[in-house]
């Protein structure tokens, strides 16, 4: 993966970490992209929440066969990275929050 | 036959937060209406409602419960836990013999109406908790959850007469020996820019103020807010040497099954006079009639027929009052509302007055109470008051209320 890939799902790995942290109200440093929602707590109406803050703060839109797959924190940004780039780009995404 | 003991009792009105600031109000005949801020106004022909002020939910609820809820289920919420507070309930009790019925007529119009006018006008997402938000049974759902209570829990929506429906099931459970206790009331937060509108068109709120009976009444006052009663089997609740603030001693109901919006008076009268059957042995002289009351010319004219109907020469005897003429008309809320006015009204022998009704229409020939505060006629037996809540679609609801 080229190295501004990575450091893209780096930045998007930390901002789901914030907030997931923020709504469960743990230290953000508890959690990693390796962490699964079960371990977290996060059950299926906290990730639809999740999705929907996610997809307000990227303008994207995830498919529902995306995030049915989606059970830790780092598949969550994986999905949030691949629906940005499935965005047209315009003049908007060029200051998208990535 | 159990008798059904009221333990506790909650509120959130326009006129006061808590019972005690509720009942300083009724007293002084205060009204909690306001005008509305002047770039609300647009389209409406009133300019007032009767809005809860200084209303801080998250003072008392969880961060998780702010973030779950929406105004209408946070007043039942803040209501509630006045009510079980007052009530000294103890956390010890079966949390599945317990019922939460609640009234709701409106739902969660506070988080549906902002999400749909961005999603209209904007094409904006619609968040996800937009549905827990705004469900109706939100208040029932939550109270459960905070209490743990696992028994019988569901929301009753019929317009206007919703809190007043609910309390009558609730009572007949515990009355039966369904459950032991139950949390039971009602909660509306209406006051929102589509509803005010959609009200507005069917020209029946006041563009002045409520004046319930007034031979100039001209409409009802919008309002919200939430009342919940405890109900506890009597027996057991003098055993935990509960303290009892009142006692229902009989609910009736039935429809008019004839126009959606314009009462019946044979449906309100059959209403009334079920609650008194149902009363049993505990039927005692009637002494105050909390009425439904909305100030408009429709509903106070078909109401006073009714009482006639059932009391006949009885009827002078009766001080009627309508509450609504300070706290408003809140809606699937206002029967709870109405139901704890009229469970102080007899613990304290005071009815409270219809406010600003300075001059009584003759022609409902109906004993209004004005100008002040009257004394409840005390004689060495109960007397029973009744708390009337008639919907629109015909839906007639009566609760009967025994002094203690």
């Known amino acids: 993966m080229e190295m501004e890939k990575i450091q893209q799902l780096e930045t998007i790995q930390q901002r789901c970490i914030e907030l997931i942290a923020a709504a469960k109200k743990v230290p953000p440093e508890t959690l990693s992209p390796a962490s699964t929602f079960k371990e977290i707590g996060l059950d299926s109406l906290d990730k639809v929440t999740l999705a929907f803050d996610v997809e307000e703060a990227y303008d994207i839109a995830i498919p529902e066969s995306a995030l049915a797959t989606v059970h830790t924190i780092g598949a969550m940004a994986a999905a949030i990275q691949q629906a940005v780039a499935a965005k047209p780009v315009t003049a908007d995404s060029q200051t998208s929050p990535v | 036959m159990r008798r059904v003991a009221i333990t506790g009792m909650g509120c959130v009105t326009a006129i006061g937060i808590g019972t005690e600031r509720f009942f300083h109000a009724l007293r002084e005949g205060r009204d909690g209406f306001l ?33 779950l809820s929406e105004r209408s289920s946070q007043f039942a ?19 599945s013999r317990i ?15 902002p999400a749909l006018e961005k999603l209209y006008t904007q094409g904006a997402r619609v968040h996800p908790l937009t549905v827990p938000r705004a469900m109706a049974n939100a208040g029932t759902s939550l109270v459960s959850m905070e209490y743990g209570i696992t028994g019988p829990a569901y929301t009753v929506s019929t317009a206007c007469a919703s809190a007043t429906h609910a309390i009558g099931q609730a009572f007949h459970m515990v009355r039966s020996g369904m459950v032991d206790a139950a949390i039971t009331g009602g909660h509306d937060a209406p006051l929102t820019f589509g509803f005010l509108r959609a009200w507005n068109s069917l020209r029946v709120v006041s563009p002045t103020f409520s004046r319930p009976f007034a031979k100039d009444r001209d409409g009802m006052t919008l309002g919200e807010g939430s009342a919940v009663l405890v109900l506890e089997e009597m027996e057991s609740a003098l055993r935990r040497g509960a303290l009892v603030l009142g006692e229902i001693a009989g609910f009736g109901m039935s429809s008019d099954a ?3 919006t314009q009462p019946a008076p044979s449906g309100a009268a059959a209403a009334m006079r079920t609650a008194l059957l149902d009363c049993g042995d505990l039927r005692a002289p009637v002494r105050h009639i909390n009425a439904h009351g909305t100030g408009t010319v429709v509903n106070d004219g078909t109401e006073a027929e009714a009482i006639h109907m059932v009391f006949e020469e009885e009827t002078g005897r009766i001080p009627v009052t309508s509450t609504k003429s300070t706290h408003g008309h809140a809606m699937g809320a206002s029967g709870a509302l109405e139901a704890v006015a009229t469970v102080l009204a007899l613990q ?48 007639n609801a009566v609760l009967a209320f025994r002094s203690v």
């Open chain 2, 77 to 95: 919420l803040v209501a509630a836990h006045e009510a079980i507070e007052e009530s000294g309930m103890p956390a010890t009790l079966d949390g």
């Open chain 2, 35 to 67: 005008p509305l801020p002047e770039e609300e106004r647009v389209g409406l022909n009133f300019s007032s409602t009767a809005r809860v002020e200084d209303f801080r939910p998250e003072e008392l609820l969880s961060p998780d419960q702010m973030l």
């Open chain 2, 99 to 113: 019922a939460v019925v609640f009234g709701c007529s409106a739902g969660g119009r506070t988080a549906e109406e």
């Open chain 2, 348 to 395: 304290h022998g005071e009815l409270p007055h219809t406010a600003h009704a300075s001059e009584i229409d003759p022609e409902l020939a109906l004993d209004v109470i004005t100008g002040e505060p009257r004394a409840l006629e005390r004689t060495s037996e109960p007397v029973l008051a009744l708390s009337n809540s008639f919907a629109f679609g015909g839906l």
């Open chain 2, 258 to 260: 004839r126009h959606i």
